[in-house]
């Protein structure tokens, strides 16, 4: 049993369960942790900590100065995900330039853990599941104070190092997916772990298939589709893990109409998690540049899931969702303005997705801006009135969008 305590409370002894902000932004980088001396503490209270959960009936004297204490949160279950039919997800409880530096923070944190996991895995050694829970729980948590923010990091892509990226975009996406789907806390946190686990199956790919410069022969992809099962069988090896974890790596190339593999399982027969692994492995994958392909713009993705969820292979009302997850117009898009100017789409407006906060960064006459300027959409106040007429190709325009992006501040 976990209770909710304040930084002048904590005391040697006691064992902190949870803080109240990133793990990371400690010195401690790690998921809990036994307090020894009163250093600790004092390093805690540096960082901001306020409040903490920590292990054990303890009983404390509150002092007098101290805030209230909210109740923490129940125990995860094991049952199957439910979901909202109706109403929107709860509001944010941080603006997007609060959580921006604590998203890019947990996306590094969450491509080094999975990077060690495969390496674990193909050496024979077991998974740190410590250090998965830990850096799921952080995206979550980021997830449920500003879903943007950890999201809008998902246009980052390493064409070296797709798989690890892959991976943590793939999380982050479904974390997202599932807090619009108002998924309960504890099952969000199984989502998150199972779809940064998705792909660990490929870690028992041969390497010569798996980097592969180019398309693979028939033979190839039978080998390379067995990352699927060797991935189950390694996650269900693994301390812990029950079947909602293992669902994303098992079902994230099922199709709702069963055209998909290893099963040809249809709807009936998916779970939720493997349904939403199935859209988000997709999407990221098609916008990420491979040697066999170039990456669709957002938008081109977003477009080709939802042909073909309308054609019954993704399950359409996820598919949907997802939409709204990441904006008409997703981050890191160029956009065209009636004015003539090009721009790229840094941040969603949820109140008016068609009025995202952009970066002009081409005047009208196709002439670059010595100084791009951060403009928002939906304020009717600014003058000349601005809005999107299209979506247009990066190649055609000569604008990476990371140029611009990540020179915001952070």
Known sequence: MATRI???????????????????????????MAITS????????????????????????????????DKPSSPPTDQAATVAEDGAPELPSKSFEEELPAAKLVYTAAKNVIEQAMLDVRMGRDINMDAVNQVVSEMADSVLRNPDALTSLSRLKHFDEYTFFHSVNTSLLALSLGRNLEIEESLLHQLGVGTLLHDIGKTKVPLEILNKPGKYEAHEFEIMKQHVMRGAEV?????????????????????VDGTGYPYQRRKSELSQFGMMAAVVDIYDAITSDRCYHKAKPAHEALQFLYTISQKGHLEHTLVQRFIQVVGVYPVGSIVQLNTGEIAVVSRLNRQAPLEPVIILVKGPGNTLLSRPETID??????????????????????IHASTYLDQEPA
């Not at 900590?49 to 004297?61: H, K, N, P, Q, R």
């Open 6 to 32: 304040h930084i002048t409370q904590l005391r040697p002894g006691m064992r902190i369960e949870k803080l109240d902000r990133s793990w990371f932004a400690t010195p401690f980088f790690r998921h809990r």
């Open 235 to 255: 996650l269900s090896g693994t301390t812990g893990l029950t079947d909602n974890f293992l669902r994303p790596a098992l079902e994230h190339h099922e199709r």
């Open 377 to 398: 959409l939906a304020q009717p106040e600014r003058a000349p009135r601005r809005s999107i007429l299209a979506v247009t190709d990066p190649a055609s325009t000569g």
């Open 38 to 69: 009163m250093d600790q503490v004092e390093q805690l209270r540096a960082c901001g900590v306020e409040t903490l959960d920590v292990s054990g009936e303890i009983e404390i004297d509150s002092p007098p100065d101290s805030p209230p204490i």
